[in-house]
């Protein structure tokens, strides 16, 4: 999952944002871009490779990893030259747990959000007693980062709604907020889904040996 991945889902002006604003939109993009990320990645098998692999135990007092104590079972695809591990259907429990995770993740998303608009609050302060910034730019400034913010927590809300609905099976709305963004999700599930990733290209196919002539 990268940046060009999201690109309909990143804030854009038609005018050019001043360099505070535009500043802080840097910022508040690379943290809506490893957020969706977060979440592209939460239950599947790149975690449980992960999980496997970093996890550990405690046995006879001493720390082991899980992966050496457990068994995985594979399919063999001959004809494809590639090996299948499916996953266990995750239990009531855990996909509660899942989406638990997904609402702390969202809540987290928007604290850091409003967390470096206070840094860039303070920036802008400095740059008033220093006259860098008059209170024109300021005002303007101000109300440039509020779109930014607001524009990334919708779409942050959008896409755990999406991704809660892809572990529970179902989605609720239990707000009236929830409720009008819920018929607008499907983009930003098929992203999450990976349908919006670009296949790898086949290998190029080595030309026949044309026969020599003389």
Avoid: C, W
Avoid at 56 to 69: A, C, T
Avoid at 103 to 132: C, D, H, P, S, W
């Amino acid at each position: 999952m990268e940046e060009r991945h999201l690109s309909d889902f990143l804030y854009s002006s038609t005018d050019e944002l001043k360099s505070y604003s535009d500043s802080f939109e840097s910022r508040a993009r690379d943290r809506f871009v490893a957020y969706v990320k977060e979440l592209y990645e939460l239950g599947s098998s790149d975690e449980y490779r992960t999980m496997f692999h970093s996890d550990k135990i405690v046995i006879g007092k001493r720390n082991r990893r899980l992966l050496d104590y457990i068994e995985v079972t594979a399919n063999y695809d001959q004809a494809n030259s590639r090996v299948t591990v499916p996953l266990p259907p995750l239990t009531m429990n855990q996909m509660l747990e899942l989406s638990n995770a997904i609402i702390a993740k969202e809540k987290q998303i928007e604290k850091n959000m409003f967390a470096v608009k206070a840094q860039t609050g303070q920036q802008i302060r400095k740059g008033l007693e220093n006259e860098y910034i008059d209170q024109i730019d300021a005002a303007k400034v101000s109300r440039e980062i509020d779109q930014i913010v607001a524009h990334y927590t919708h779409n942050a809300k959008m896409f755990s709604i999406a991704k809660r609905e892809m572990v529970m099976g179902s989605f609720k709305p239990k707000t009236p907020e929830e409720e009008e963004m819920y018929p607008t999700i499907g983009p930003a599930r098929d992203v999450l889904l990976g349908k919006t990733m670009e296949p790898k290209p086949l290998p190029a196919e080595e030309p026949d040996d044309e026969p020599m002539v003389e």
